[in-house]
Each structure stands twice: as C-alpha cells, then as structure tokens.
C-alpha cells in the first residue's frame, strides 16, 4: 500500500498527567512548561507523520 488508511502503533498516543515510577523535582514553573511543551512536541510530531502518511485511522496501544 502506498497511502495506509489504518495504523496500529504499539505506543501510546496520549499525554498523562502521570508516569509510572518518574519523579521530577523542578524550582519554577517555566522548567515545567518546558517539560510540558516538549511532550507536546512529541506528540505532535508523531501525529504528523501519521498525517503525512495518510493515514485516517489510528489504533494504539
């Protein structure tokens, strides 16, 4: 196929507040909103490529 319509991904693609066994310690809010923002990042850039792919269904993990 050249333009996939459904991708299964074995990742998440989601933001969660929390994470299993991660602590942060942070002294202001601009280094948390630097941590948020990239995680945004990622996300955003994953469902990019899904887009640019194509794709219109997406099933994850």
Known sequence: LLK???ALLNIE????????????????????QKIVDAEWSILYNKL??????GVKVVLSK
């Open 4 to 6: 996939p319509q459904i």
């Open 13 to 32: 693609l989601e933001l969660k507040a929390e994470r299993d066994n991660a602590e942060i310690r942070l002294d202001n809010v601009t280094e948390y």
């Open 48 to 53: 990019d490529k899904l887009h640019k792919a």
